[in-house]
């Protein structure tokens, strides 16, 4: 069975910085991306960034881009997300998402499996 376990939320003032991580496991890491997802309170769910594990490219959406990034060890079969510069417009419930490929923008059908789901708050 496919896992990712994705601890890492929490509550963090304007301007921190927070890095959650993924950790996946039951298929083949190097053949897929892994994505991350949030969704903020009436909101949809959007894609944030993905890498893909084969050859490392990767994804942002354009209101993350130059705060987060995305880095994969796939020795580990884990998945990072790094945010800094965080705002409280980034608060949301992020999702780690595997078996999955990156698109441009990233959607939800495009990948298999999903985490559990974190909480980031950020306060002003």
């Known amino acids: 069975d496919v896992q990712l376990q994705a601890p890492g939320g929490g509550l963090v003032q304007a301007g921190g910085s927070l890095r959650l991580s993924c950790a996946a496991s039951g298929f083949t890491f190097d053949d897929y991306a892994i994505g991350w997802f949030r969704q903020a309170p009436g909101k949809e769910r959007e894609g944030v960034s993905c890498?893909?594990?084969?050859?490392?490219?990767?994804y942002y959406t354009d209101s993350v881009k130059g705060r987060f990034t995305i880095s994969s060890d796939n020795a580990k079969n884990t998945v990072y997300l790094q945010m800094n510069s965080l705002k409280p417009e980034d608060t949301a419930v992020y999702y780690c998402a595997a078996e999955g490929f990156c698109a441009a923008p990233m959607a939800t059908v495009d990948f298999g499996s999903w985490g559990q789901g974190t909480q980031l708050t950020v306060s002003s």
């Open positions: 890498i893909s594990s084969s050859d490392g490219s990767t």
